[in-house]
Nanobody, 120 residues
Framework: QVQLVESGGGLVQAGGSLRLSCAAS????????MGWYRQAPGKRRDLVAT???????NYSDSVKGRFTVTRDGAKNTMYLQMNSLKPEDTAVYYC??????????????WGKGTLVTVVS
């Protein structure tokens, strides 16, 4: 059974920083692309950042220059370093990963989310 577990959320003042982690566990062959999404109250879930297996990254315009996504293949973990946080960054942050259980068979997995609250 594959699981994604996020951690690192919390309450922070505007201008501060947080580092989120997403750890994958279970029996699988490989982790392909991974990404962070966020959902603010009453809003849809939006893409924040993605990272491929070879660490190519993509960011939403709203976080470009402030957030950095990385991954550690040996630890099956993805990170999101969030700097210069703004109140509008307040949301539940979700981890997503395309995981192959065995060669040629992949599925999309989601974590349960971690809450980030930025206060001014």
């Amino acid at each position: 059974q594959v699981q994604l577990v996020e951690s690192g959320g919390g309450l922070v003042q505007a201008g501060g920083s947080l580092r989120l982690s997403c750890a994958a566990s279970g029996d699988f062959f490989s982790i392909n692309a991974m990404g962070w999404y966020r959902q603010a109250p009453g809003k849809r879930r939006d893409l924040v950042a993605t990272i491929t297996r070879d660490s190519s990254t993509n960011y939403s315009d709203s976080v470009k220059g402030r957030f950095t996504v990385t991954r550690d293949g040996a630890k099956n973990t993805m990170y999101l370093q969030m700097n210069s946080l703004k109140p509008e960054d307040t949301a539940v942050y979700y981890c997503n990963a395309a995981i192959s259980i065995h060669p040629g068979y992949g599925m999309d997995y989601w974590g349960k989310g971690t809450l980030v609250t930025v206060v001014s």
